[in-house]
């Protein structure tokens, strides 16, 4: 059997009638090959400060899990909405220092569920043009973003509390990235150049002279 006769064994026009273990076997196996790539890509064209290993492995097991999914639900409106149902009680409380990681696992739902049907040209194509796309945004000079980062040292515990608390009356894009509960610390990372982030963290330090005793600004990307 040529390669284009074994992709159109596991092609959506089995959708509507039952599809065997060797086509649901093969569906998966090529979903679980697509994530590899895509979190492969995703770690070679990180530009943040640290890459967290849990973002690549989520993004592997989320593009499986939808696979799996839309092979569960099939073509069967009932099944969706008795899944929604079910799968309704799952809160995800953790935030993503990075909206594109967002974007990513969006991608990767997305190709999950393509090749769970068995749109294998499809998920080949989006990767294609996909992929390539984050290697732009990362290395093209008319994309690349700079990011800073702020290190706020508070006077105690609850100094750490309040400023946190403040930060969030302002209008500004500062995400928290570590906490640094021994040296109270707390480093957040700015998406503007070094210049931008002195005079924020400037003005910070102003409006909370008595609780913030020192800061640092770096530019990491």
Known sequence: MDLKKFFDSLSPIAMGNPIGLEVIFWRMIAALGFALIIGGVSYIAYSGREFEKSNLHAQILVTL?????????????????????????????????????????????????????????LSMIAMLIILPLLFALKYIPVFKMEISEIELVCSDNDAMNAVREYLKTLKVKLTLAEVKIGKLQLVFHYPYSAEKAYILAEQIKKDNAEIITNYNVKKIQ
């Not at 149902?85 to 739902?109: N, P, Q």
């Open 65 to 121: 899990v939808a696979a799996m999914v839309i092979n569960v639900i099939g073509d069967s409106f009932a099944r969706a909405v008795g899944l929604f149902g079910a799968m309704s009680f799952i809160r995800f409380r953790t935030t993503l220092r990075d909206t594109k990681d967002t974007a990513i696992f969006f991608f990767s739902v997305a190709i999950g569920m393509s090749t769970g049907l068995g749109f294998f040209e």
